[in-house]
């Protein structure tokens, strides 16, 4: 079982130990443009004691730096259009945004209510 140290460099928040039976690990939840240092030490089996463990020590201190945040551009859809509108139904329809995960799409009865 390896036994895994993250830090934040020059933080003074505790590290995180996080425990694995593989030889990597993905560390989730880490901070954009952060600075972190890292370690690992694994529990060895004694030999001929079935559950009794011991540790290696910890190795040698490496360190890695997660990348800046992202801005993408965030713009609101352009060239709204009305298509096959019916009695009961309307297709609405606008520019695709290259970023857009998803869109919401807003509608009320005109002169009902304001935005």
């Given at each position: ?5 993250l ?5 003074a928040?505790s ?6 039976q ?6 989730n ?9 890292w ?6 089996n004694t ?5 009794n ?6 190795s040698?201190?490496s360190n890695?730096?997660?990348?800046k945040?992202?801005v ?14 019916t ?10 945004v ?7 799409v ?5 002169n009902?209510t304001t935005f």
């Amino acid at each position: 079982m390896l036994h895994y140290c993250l830090l934040p460099v020059g933080s003074a928040n505790s590290p995180v130990y996080v425990k694995s039976q593989k030889s990597s690990v993905v560390i989730n939840g880490l901070s954009a443009n952060t600075k972190y240092e890292w370690k690992v030490e694994n529990y060895c089996n004694t030999i001929g004691q079935t559950g009794n463990y011991m540790l290696s020590g910890w190795s040698p201190v490496s360190n890695f730096t997660t990348l800046k945040s992202i801005v993408i551009n965030c713009s609101a859809p352009q060239n709204l259009t009305t298509l096959n509108s019916t009695q009961n139904t309307a297709t609405l329809k606008w520019n695709k945004v290259s970023s857009a995960k998803y869109y919401i799409v807003s509608y009320y009865q005109q002169n009902a209510t304001t935005f």
